[in-house]
Nanobody, 123 residues
Framework: QVQLVESGGGLVQAGDSLRLSCTASGGTFSSYAMGWFRQAPGKEREFIAA????????SYADSVKGRFTISRDNAKNTVYLQMNSLKPEDTAVYYCTAGSLVRRLRNSEYDYWGQGTQVTVSS
């Protein structure tokens, strides 16, 4: 069983940057593709970004492409989401997920997920 704990959320202004972290325990971190999803109030959870076990392959939602970057440090069992040029519409709870493949994560087919961290972007 893999446990995922997100951190780094907060309240920022439009145009600011924020880096989220997700630390895993209880499994072999380097064997999982990792991803980030978000859910805004009244909306469905949506895919944001994912990376392969090595970090060499990444995938992004069109809404964040060019602004967000996913990366991982397998030595620290941690995946990151660097968020730049934040917009009010990025306001949501951000969830870290783990799964077998990047393409499965894009299809919301993940095996584990964390409790989420709130990101609020003011205009």
């Amino acid at each position: 069983q893999v446990q995922l704990v997100e951190s780094g959320g907060g309240l920022v202004q439009a145009g600011d940057s924020l880096r989220l972290s997700c630390t895993a325990s209880g499994g072999t971190f380097s064997s999982y593709a990792m991803g980030w999803f978000r859910q805004a109030p009244g909306k469905e959870r949506e895919f944001i970004a994912a990376c392969s076990w090595s970090g060499g392959s990444t995938s992004y939602a069109d809404s964040v492409k060019g602004r967000f970057t996913i990366s991982r440090d397998n030595a620290k069992n941690t995946v990151y989401l660097q968020m730049n040029s934040l917009k009010p519409e990025d306001t949501a709870v951000y969830y870290c997920t783990a799964g077998s493949l990047v393409r499965r994560l894009r299809n919301s087919e993940y095996d584990y997920w964390g409790q989420g961290t709130q990101v609020t972007v003011s205009s």
